[in-house]
């Protein structure tokens, strides 16, 4: 009679296997806590986003079938929605959205990095000056545009100091530069509130060895401080890329809807959507977020692959020395 033995497996004691049921404890704690925050964007922002691309493929109203009997309801449509996509108003609007962005945040920027620089000089009165850079920015844009509106008017302050009889809020070039100038003056001080936190973080002692060494102002900015505050500055470029695309009540306000020469796509999506014309509507909203997501795509994956290199070649450095 043969017996068979049971074949039994060492069971893993000590450290290890401490520490394997610790790293999965805090595991399921860090998911048990994350829940409620995933829970609340999958009701916010992931069944909004798949309901909007299901009613893309609809189309709603009244239509006559092939009978020539009138017929009520939703009904697929598949990819004609998208059809507008190509059209002329379309186009429009994504070369207004495209050029506010473009210009606007190059125009923050520029602005931004200048205030973050005299913001952060020691001199008295400083946080006076720090206070009402920041004011536009804590401006409602309704409130701004309405602002914005009066001083462009035909007799407003605008006109008046240039002597000029410019109709700025009517269709024109001039529409596109009293925008540019009304988001310029309220969002550059959000750019330069994010870069002045770079600034704060940079060590006197780097500025200290460049006067030593005989740098130049213009040397210690280019070769010192705009290096060192690039993520700060990369990461304010970012979010304002992302806001000027979808940029919609400051043209709304100040020129008014349905204006050829500044209508963006977030103005062309209400226009449809108010139109009780969602399924255009929310071709539109997709083809907007799929543009979104490829520009901040390119600039994470051109810009901060650059980020990721300098961090990895400073740690290098760190264990090097150590």
């Given at each position: ?10 069971v893993?004691t ?7 049921e610790?790293a ?6 860090a ?12 009701l ?8 909007a691309?299901r009613e893309?493929f609809y ?10 009997f009138v017929?009520?309801?939703e ?5 004609a929605?998208?059809a ?6 379309f ?10 962005t ?7 920027v ?8 005299v ?8 946080a ?8 536009p920015?804590?401006v409602?844009?309704?409130?701004s545009?309405?602002?914005?509106k009066?001083i ?10 240039l002597?000029?009889e410019i109709?700025w ?17 309220k969002?550059?001080?959000f750019v330069?509130?994010l870069v002045?936190?770079?600034l ?11 006067r030593?060494d005989?740098?130049s102002p213009?040397?210690?900015f280019?070769?010192i401080t705009?290096?060192l ?13 992302m806001?000027a ?8 306000v100040?020129?008014g809807?349905?204006k050829h020469s500044?209508e963006?796509?977030?103005g ?10 969602y ?6 909203g997709?083809?907007?977020f799929?543009?979104?997501?490829l520009?901040?795509f390119?600039?994470v994956?051109l ?8 961090v990895r070649a400073?740690?290098k450095?760190?264990?090097d020395?150590?």
């Open positions: 009679m043969v017996t068979l033995t049971e074949e039994r497996r060492p893993a000590g450290p290890g296997r401490r520490r394997r610790v999965r404890g805090q595991s399921w704690l998911a048990a806590m994350l829940s409620p925050t995933l829970v609340v964007l999958a916010v922002v992931f069944y909004p986003l798949v309901a691309l893309s189309t709603s109203g009244e239509t006559l079938d092939a009978d020539g017929v009520e309801g009904r697929f449509s598949g990819l929605n998208y507008g996509v190509v059209s002329e108003r186009l429009n609007a994504a070369f207004n959205t495209t050029l506010f473009v210009v606007t945040v190059l125009l923050e520029v602005l931004g990095v200048a205030m973050a620089l913001m952060n000089r020691a001199f008295r009165g400083r006076v000056l720090r206070a009402s850079i920041l004011i920015w804590a409602p844009t309704a409130v545009g309405l602002m914005w009066w462009f008017q035909a007799d407003g302050v605008a006109n008046t100091l002597g000029t109709l809020t009517a269709e024109g070039v001039y529409a596109k530069l009293a925008v540019i100038v009304a988001d310029t003056w969002t550059a001080p330069g509130l002045l936190a770079g704060q973080i940079i060590p006197r002692e780097v500025y200290e060895a460049a030593v005989g740098a213009r040397q210690t280019w070769r705009l290096p505050v690039k993520p700060a500055l990369l990461v304010a470029v970012l979010f304002r890329l806001d695309l979808r940029i919609f009540d400051l043209p709304y100040l020129i809807p349905r500044v963006t796509l977030s062309l999506i209400w226009d449809e959507a108010t139109r009780v014309h399924g255009p509507a929310s071709a539109y997709t083809a907007l799929v543009y979104i997501a520009i901040a390119v600039f994956k810009l901060g692959a650059d980020l990721l290199s300098d400073r740690e450095e760190t264990a020395a150590a």
